[in-house]
Protein backbone atom coordinates (compact mmCIF):
# COMPACT_ATOMS: atom_id res chain seq x y z
CA UNK A 1 0.00 0.00 0.00
CA UNK A 2 1.24 3.16 -0.62
CA UNK A 3 0.94 7.11 0.01
CA UNK A 4 0.20 9.55 -3.41
CA UNK A 5 1.94 13.39 -3.18
CA UNK A 6 -0.60 14.92 -5.64
CA UNK A 7 0.76 18.84 -5.76
CA UNK A 8 1.24 19.56 -9.45
CA UNK A 9 2.33 23.01 -9.13
CA UNK A 10 4.47 22.07 -6.01
CA UNK A 11 8.35 20.80 -6.29
CA UNK A 12 8.59 17.42 -5.21
CA UNK A 13 12.29 16.75 -4.17
CA UNK A 14 12.12 18.27 -0.80
CA UNK A 15 8.89 16.41 0.23
CA UNK A 16 10.52 13.30 -1.32
CA UNK A 17 13.48 13.81 0.90
CA UNK A 18 11.78 14.41 3.94
CA UNK A 19 9.18 12.48 4.02
CA UNK A 20 11.42 9.68 3.47
CA UNK A 21 13.48 10.41 5.80
CA UNK A 22 10.69 9.28 8.20
CA UNK A 23 10.34 5.55 6.78
CA UNK A 24 12.84 4.90 4.34
CA UNK A 25 10.64 1.79 3.21
CA UNK A 26 8.14 4.17 2.75
CA UNK A 27 6.00 3.29 -0.82
CA UNK A 28 5.71 7.25 -2.20
CA UNK A 29 4.83 7.94 -5.37
CA UNK A 30 4.17 11.68 -7.14
CA UNK A 31 1.68 11.98 -9.48
CA UNK A 32 1.17 11.49 -12.09
CA UNK A 33 3.22 7.71 -11.60
CA UNK A 34 0.94 6.43 -9.20
CA UNK A 35 1.52 2.87 -9.98
CA UNK A 36 -1.40 0.49 -9.68
CA UNK A 37 -4.68 2.99 -8.41
CA UNK A 38 -6.25 0.42 -6.14
CA UNK A 39 -2.55 0.73 -3.75
CA UNK A 40 -2.85 3.98 -3.31
CA UNK A 41 -4.13 4.60 0.81
CA UNK A 42 -3.19 8.27 1.55
CA UNK A 43 -2.87 10.83 -0.25
CA UNK A 44 -0.70 14.40 0.21
CA UNK A 45 -2.31 17.10 -1.74
CA UNK A 46 -2.40 20.77 -2.62
CA UNK A 47 -4.46 22.39 -5.81
CA UNK A 48 -5.31 18.80 -7.19
CA UNK A 49 -6.84 17.95 -10.34
CA UNK A 50 -10.56 18.29 -9.67
CA UNK A 51 -12.21 14.51 -10.17
CA UNK A 52 -9.14 13.00 -9.42
CA UNK A 53 -9.48 11.72 -6.11
CA UNK A 54 -12.24 9.21 -6.76
CA UNK A 55 -10.33 7.50 -8.77
CA UNK A 56 -8.48 5.39 -5.62
CA UNK A 57 -10.77 2.52 -4.39
CA UNK A 58 -8.68 1.82 -1.38
CA UNK A 59 -8.29 5.51 -0.26
CA UNK A 60 -8.43 5.79 3.65
CA UNK A 61 -6.91 9.56 3.86
CA UNK A 62 -6.32 12.62 1.95
CA UNK A 63 -3.86 14.85 3.98
CA UNK A 64 -3.47 18.55 2.72
CA UNK A 65 0.13 19.93 2.52
CA UNK A 66 -1.19 23.22 4.39
CA UNK A 67 -3.52 24.41 7.02
CA UNK A 68 -6.54 25.34 4.46
CA UNK A 69 -8.56 22.30 3.32
CA UNK A 70 -10.88 24.53 0.98
CA UNK A 71 -8.69 23.65 -2.19
CA UNK A 72 -9.56 19.66 -1.08
CA UNK A 73 -13.31 20.76 -0.36
CA UNK A 74 -13.67 22.16 -4.06
CA UNK A 75 -13.50 19.11 -5.73
CA UNK A 76 -17.06 18.04 -7.01
CA UNK A 77 -16.27 14.57 -6.94
CA UNK A 78 -14.49 13.85 -3.55
CA UNK A 79 -14.97 10.14 -2.78
CA UNK A 80 -17.45 9.68 0.32
CA UNK A 81 -16.57 8.15 3.42
CA UNK A 82 -12.61 9.40 2.83
CA UNK A 83 -11.27 11.19 6.11
CA UNK A 84 -9.72 14.71 5.35
CA UNK A 85 -6.77 15.62 7.31
CA UNK A 86 -5.33 19.34 7.62
CA UNK A 87 -1.77 20.00 9.22
CA UNK A 88 -1.49 22.12 12.31
CA UNK A 89 2.23 23.13 12.87
CA UNK A 90 3.86 25.01 15.34
CA UNK A 91 6.34 26.86 13.27
CA UNK A 92 3.51 27.87 10.75
CA UNK A 93 1.81 29.52 13.67
CA UNK A 94 4.67 31.16 14.79
CA UNK A 95 5.40 32.31 10.93
CA UNK A 96 1.93 33.70 10.73
CA UNK A 97 1.93 35.63 13.91
CA UNK A 98 5.31 37.07 13.04
CA UNK A 99 3.32 38.38 9.68
CA UNK A 100 0.64 39.70 11.55
CA UNK A 101 2.42 41.90 13.65
CA UNK A 102 4.49 42.78 11.37
CA UNK A 103 1.67 44.02 9.35
CA UNK A 104 0.01 45.42 12.37
CA UNK A 105 3.50 46.96 13.10
CA UNK A 106 3.69 48.66 9.34
CA UNK A 107 0.56 50.31 9.90
CA UNK A 108 1.08 51.72 12.99
CA UNK A 109 4.76 52.91 12.81
CA UNK A 110 2.87 54.52 8.87
CA UNK A 111 5.85 52.70 7.30
CA UNK A 112 3.99 52.47 4.30
CA UNK A 113 3.45 56.28 4.00
CA UNK A 114 7.32 56.56 5.18
CA UNK A 115 8.23 54.95 2.01
CA UNK A 116 6.12 56.32 -0.21
CA UNK A 117 7.54 59.77 1.18
CA UNK A 118 11.42 58.38 0.74
CA UNK A 119 10.52 57.70 -3.33
CA UNK A 120 9.44 61.53 -3.32
CA UNK A 121 12.91 61.95 -1.27
CA UNK A 122 10.32 63.98 1.65
CA UNK A 123 11.54 64.41 4.54
CA UNK A 124 8.21 64.54 6.77
CA UNK A 125 8.07 63.03 10.31
CA UNK A 126 4.99 61.12 11.29
CA UNK A 127 3.73 60.53 14.75
CA UNK A 128 3.03 56.40 15.36
CA UNK A 129 -0.33 54.99 16.43
CA UNK A 130 0.32 54.01 20.28
CA UNK A 131 -0.37 50.38 20.62
CA UNK A 132 -2.77 50.97 23.59
CA UNK A 133 -4.90 53.27 21.80
CA UNK A 134 -5.34 50.53 18.60
CA UNK A 135 -7.98 47.64 18.79
CA UNK A 136 -7.20 45.03 16.87
CA UNK A 137 -10.37 42.42 15.81
CA UNK A 138 -9.20 39.26 14.58
CA UNK A 139 -11.91 36.74 12.75
CA UNK A 140 -10.74 33.84 13.48
CA UNK A 141 -9.68 32.93 16.83
CA UNK A 142 -8.26 29.05 15.69
CA UNK A 143 -4.68 28.24 15.73
CA UNK A 144 -3.45 31.27 14.02
CA UNK A 145 -5.50 33.92 15.29
CA UNK A 146 -5.51 32.51 18.99
CA UNK A 147 -1.67 32.74 18.38
CA UNK A 148 -1.52 36.61 17.06
CA UNK A 149 -3.77 37.74 19.15
CA UNK A 150 -1.60 36.34 21.77
CA UNK A 151 1.44 38.05 20.42
CA UNK A 152 -0.25 41.53 20.10
CA UNK A 153 -1.78 41.77 23.37
CA UNK A 154 2.01 41.02 24.75
CA UNK A 155 2.87 44.59 22.69
CA UNK A 156 0.10 46.35 24.63
CA UNK A 157 -2.32 46.09 21.53
CA UNK A 158 -6.34 46.05 22.78
CA UNK A 159 -7.16 42.84 20.69
CA UNK A 160 -10.88 40.82 20.39
CA UNK A 161 -11.50 37.97 18.36
CA UNK A 162 -14.17 36.70 16.90
CA UNK A 163 -15.35 33.29 16.06
CA UNK A 164 -18.02 30.66 15.27
CA UNK A 165 -18.62 29.25 18.64
CA UNK A 166 -17.35 30.93 22.25
CA UNK A 167 -13.71 31.10 23.17
CA UNK A 168 -11.64 32.08 25.96
CA UNK A 169 -8.20 33.86 25.13
CA UNK A 170 -6.51 35.70 28.66
CA UNK A 171 -6.65 39.44 28.16
CA UNK A 172 -8.49 39.30 24.99
CA UNK A 173 -12.29 40.24 24.16
CA UNK A 174 -14.18 37.83 22.41
CA UNK A 175 -17.36 37.32 20.51
CA UNK A 176 -18.72 34.44 18.78
CA UNK A 177 -21.32 33.89 16.05
CA UNK A 178 -23.06 36.05 13.38
CA UNK A 179 -25.11 38.49 15.94
CA UNK A 180 -22.21 39.62 17.61
CA UNK A 181 -20.15 40.20 14.34
CA UNK A 182 -21.41 44.09 14.05
CA UNK A 183 -20.60 45.17 17.64
CA UNK A 184 -16.92 43.36 17.32
CA UNK A 185 -16.45 45.28 13.77
CA UNK A 186 -17.40 48.49 15.17
CA UNK A 187 -14.27 48.40 17.76
CA UNK A 188 -11.71 47.14 15.29
CA UNK A 189 -9.40 49.91 14.17
CA UNK A 190 -7.40 46.94 12.42
CA UNK A 191 -9.35 43.85 10.94
CA UNK A 192 -7.53 40.77 10.56
CA UNK A 193 -8.54 38.00 8.84
CA UNK A 194 -7.81 34.66 9.86
CA UNK A 195 -10.81 32.68 8.88
CA UNK A 196 -11.11 29.14 6.86
CA UNK A 197 -12.79 29.46 3.38
CA UNK A 198 -16.15 28.32 3.81
CA UNK A 199 -19.40 28.66 2.80
CA UNK A 200 -20.47 30.53 5.43
CA UNK A 201 -17.05 32.49 5.37
CA UNK A 202 -16.55 33.73 1.39
CA UNK A 203 -16.99 36.88 0.68
CA UNK A 204 -17.11 37.83 4.30
CA UNK A 205 -14.70 40.88 3.48
CA UNK A 206 -17.31 43.23 1.73
CA UNK A 207 -18.42 46.62 2.00
CA UNK A 208 -21.34 45.65 4.52
CA UNK A 209 -18.58 44.17 6.83
CA UNK A 210 -16.30 47.62 5.69
CA UNK A 211 -19.06 50.13 6.68
CA UNK A 212 -19.24 48.86 10.13
CA UNK A 213 -15.65 48.93 11.14
CA UNK A 214 -14.59 52.95 12.47
CA UNK A 215 -13.64 55.42 10.33
CA UNK A 216 -9.92 55.12 9.08
CA UNK A 217 -9.44 51.30 10.18
CA UNK A 218 -7.18 49.25 7.99
CA UNK A 219 -7.37 45.58 6.47
CA UNK A 220 -5.07 42.67 6.62
CA UNK A 221 -6.01 39.44 5.32
CA UNK A 222 -3.80 36.27 5.32
CA UNK A 223 -6.90 33.84 4.90
CA UNK A 224 -8.21 33.17 1.60
CA UNK A 225 -8.22 35.25 -1.25
CA UNK A 226 -11.84 34.54 -1.96
CA UNK A 227 -12.82 36.16 1.50
CA UNK A 228 -12.54 39.18 -0.11
CA UNK A 229 -14.77 40.84 -2.16
CA UNK A 230 -12.39 43.12 -4.34
CA UNK A 231 -13.74 45.76 -6.25
CA UNK A 232 -15.76 46.93 -2.22
CA UNK A 233 -12.38 46.97 -1.09
CA UNK A 234 -11.16 49.03 -3.67
CA UNK A 235 -13.97 51.66 -3.26
CA UNK A 236 -13.52 51.46 0.32
CA UNK A 237 -10.38 52.63 0.24
CA UNK A 238 -11.18 55.42 -2.33
CA UNK A 239 -13.80 56.56 0.09
CA UNK A 240 -11.18 56.93 2.61
CA UNK A 241 -13.34 54.70 4.94
CA UNK A 242 -10.51 52.16 4.96
CA UNK A 243 -7.01 53.38 5.40
CA UNK A 244 -5.05 50.54 4.17
CA UNK A 245 -5.01 47.14 3.38
CA UNK A 246 -2.48 44.62 4.11
CA UNK A 247 -3.34 41.15 1.57
CA UNK A 248 -1.42 37.41 1.45
CA UNK A 249 -4.10 36.21 -0.28
CA UNK A 250 -5.81 36.80 -3.98
CA UNK A 251 -8.68 35.35 -6.03
CA UNK A 252 -6.50 34.81 -8.61
CA UNK A 253 -2.92 33.94 -7.69
CA UNK A 254 -0.63 34.82 -8.94
CA UNK A 255 -1.97 38.11 -9.17
CA UNK A 256 -2.17 39.06 -12.34
CA UNK A 257 -0.11 41.68 -13.68
CA UNK A 258 -2.64 44.06 -14.50
CA UNK A 259 -4.23 44.05 -11.50
CA UNK A 260 -4.75 47.30 -9.81
CA UNK A 261 -3.81 45.79 -6.60
CA UNK A 262 0.02 46.03 -7.33
CA UNK A 263 -0.21 50.14 -8.03
CA UNK A 264 -2.48 51.07 -5.23
CA UNK A 265 -0.77 53.19 -2.71
CA UNK A 266 -2.50 52.17 0.22
CA UNK A 267 -2.30 48.39 -0.96
CA UNK A 268 0.73 46.31 0.50
CA UNK A 269 1.01 42.75 -1.67
CA UNK A 270 2.98 39.82 -0.13
CA UNK A 271 2.62 36.22 -2.60
CA UNK A 272 0.73 34.20 -0.15
CA UNK A 273 4.00 34.04 1.84
CA UNK A 274 2.45 34.15 5.53
CA UNK A 275 3.05 31.06 7.02
CA UNK A 276 5.08 28.17 4.43
CA UNK A 277 4.93 24.99 5.07
CA UNK A 278 8.42 23.58 5.41
CA UNK A 279 8.70 19.58 4.16
CA UNK A 280 11.19 19.56 7.36
CA UNK A 281 9.03 20.29 9.88
CA UNK A 282 5.59 19.17 8.86
CA UNK A 283 6.86 15.46 7.58
CA UNK A 284 6.96 13.46 10.36
CA UNK A 285 3.07 14.28 11.76
CA UNK A 286 2.30 13.49 7.88
CA UNK A 287 4.13 9.93 8.00
CA UNK A 288 2.85 9.30 11.51
CA UNK A 289 -0.87 10.39 10.23
CA UNK A 290 0.08 7.33 7.40
CA UNK A 291 1.31 4.94 9.48
CA UNK A 292 -1.73 5.70 11.89
CA UNK A 293 -4.28 4.99 8.98
CA UNK A 294 -2.11 1.79 7.63
CA UNK A 295 -3.24 0.52 11.42
CA UNK A 296 -6.76 1.30 11.24
CA UNK A 297 -6.90 4.37 13.55
CA UNK A 298 -8.09 7.24 12.74
CA UNK A 299 -5.30 9.96 11.47
CA UNK A 300 -4.98 13.34 13.64
CA UNK A 301 -6.54 16.84 12.68
CA UNK A 302 -9.18 15.87 10.79
CA UNK A 303 -11.90 18.13 9.67
CA UNK A 304 -15.21 18.52 9.56
CA UNK A 305 -16.44 18.33 5.82
CA UNK A 306 -20.21 19.56 6.90
CA UNK A 307 -18.21 22.87 8.57
CA UNK A 308 -16.02 22.80 6.07
CA UNK A 309 -12.58 23.00 8.31
P1 LIG B 1 -8.71 26.86 12.54
O1 LIG B 1 -7.79 26.44 13.63
O2 LIG B 1 -9.64 25.86 11.94
O3 LIG B 1 -9.56 28.09 13.11
C1 LIG B 1 -10.58 28.70 12.38
C2 LIG B 1 -11.23 29.76 13.22
O4 LIG B 1 -12.23 30.42 12.41
C3 LIG B 1 -11.98 29.17 14.43
O5 LIG B 1 -11.87 30.04 15.53
C4 LIG B 1 -13.43 29.13 13.93
O6 LIG B 1 -14.41 29.21 14.94
C5 LIG B 1 -13.47 30.38 13.08
N1 LIG B 1 -14.58 30.32 12.13
C6 LIG B 1 -14.82 29.40 11.17
N2 LIG B 1 -15.96 29.67 10.52
C7 LIG B 1 -16.47 30.78 11.10
C8 LIG B 1 -17.64 31.55 10.89
N3 LIG B 1 -18.55 31.21 9.97
N4 LIG B 1 -17.85 32.64 11.67
C9 LIG B 1 -16.96 32.97 12.63
N5 LIG B 1 -15.82 32.29 12.89
C10 LIG B 1 -15.58 31.20 12.12
O7 LIG B 1 -7.93 27.49 11.32
P2 LIG B 1 -6.41 28.04 11.33
O8 LIG B 1 -5.47 26.91 11.43
O9 LIG B 1 -6.30 29.13 12.33
O10 LIG B 1 -6.27 28.60 9.82
C11 LIG B 1 -7.17 29.56 9.29
C12 LIG B 1 -6.94 29.72 7.80
O11 LIG B 1 -5.74 30.44 7.54
C13 LIG B 1 -6.74 28.43 7.00
O12 LIG B 1 -7.97 27.79 6.74
C14 LIG B 1 -6.06 28.92 5.74
O13 LIG B 1 -7.03 29.24 4.75
C15 LIG B 1 -5.37 30.21 6.19
N6 LIG B 1 -3.89 30.10 6.09
C16 LIG B 1 -3.20 30.98 5.33
C17 LIG B 1 -1.82 30.89 5.26
C18 LIG B 1 -1.00 31.87 4.46
O14 LIG B 1 0.20 31.65 4.27
N7 LIG B 1 -1.56 32.97 4.00
C19 LIG B 1 -1.14 29.89 5.98
C20 LIG B 1 -1.88 29.02 6.75
C21 LIG B 1 -3.27 29.12 6.81
P3 LIG B 1 -14.53 28.04 16.07
O15 LIG B 1 -13.31 28.22 16.93
O16 LIG B 1 -15.77 28.37 16.79
O17 LIG B 1 -14.55 26.74 15.33
C1 LIG C 1 -1.61 28.09 3.32
O1 LIG C 1 -2.24 28.88 2.71
C2 LIG C 1 -2.16 27.06 4.13
O2 LIG C 1 -3.38 26.83 4.10
O3 LIG C 1 -1.37 26.40 4.84
Known amino acids: MAMLFMAPKVRSDSWVK ?144 WSRTPKHVEGITAWAGPDAMEEFLAQANVLVCLLPLTRATQGILNSRTFTRLPEGAYLINAARGEHLVEADLLAALDSGHLSGACLDVFREEPLPESHPFWSHPRITVTPHSASLTDPRTVAPQIVENYRRVRSGLAPRHVIDIEKGY
Open 18 to 161: HLRAQDCGLDLRVWPETGPADEIEFILCWKHPLGELKKYPNLKCIASLGFGVDHILRDPDLPPGVSIARLVDEFMVHAMSEYILTAVLCHTRQFDRFQQDQFQKKWQTRRPLRPQNVRVGIMGLGHLGADAARLLRLLGFQVSG
